[in-house]
Nanobody, 121 residues
């Protein structure tokens, strides 16, 4: 397993935007973002394969969040717009080489420490 490094979390008012970044030490076929709110299970937010052929978005964030990656930098981003209080959670970067990618945490074996996103007025 490899350690991923996230950045970009913070506090924002409802309707605001944040951009998360994650750097991996090596290439991974699948990279993406998961989140976990207090008392809830970790859930997939958005994931993306290296060639862009496999992309996953949770229904709750579709049309508000956009995932992208720069393969040459082993970096994945999550642009979060129109943030809502229910988006408040610890956001984790994940990476793996299972061809399925998707929103199942079991498909990823390298994780970051997490970055907190808080949406509150």
């Amino acid at each position: 397993d490899w350690q991923l490094v996230e950045s970009g979390g913070g506090s924002v008012q409802p309707g605001g935007s944040l951009r998360l970044s994650c750097v991996a030490p090596i290439y991974f076929f699948c990279m993406g973002w998961f989140r976990q709110a207090p008392g809830k299970e970790r859930e997939g937010v958005a994931t993306l394969s290296a060639g862009g052929g496999k992309i996953y978005y949770a229904d709750s964030i579709k049309d508000r969040f956009t995932i992208s990656r720069v393969n040459s930098k082993n970096t994945v981003y999550l642009q979060m717009n129109s943030l809502k209080p229910e988006d408040t959670a610890m956001y984790y970067c994940a990476a793996g080489n299972y061809l399925a990618c998707g929103g199942d945490p079991g498909n990823y074996d390298s994780w970051g420490q997490g970055t907190q996103v808080t949406v509150s007025s």
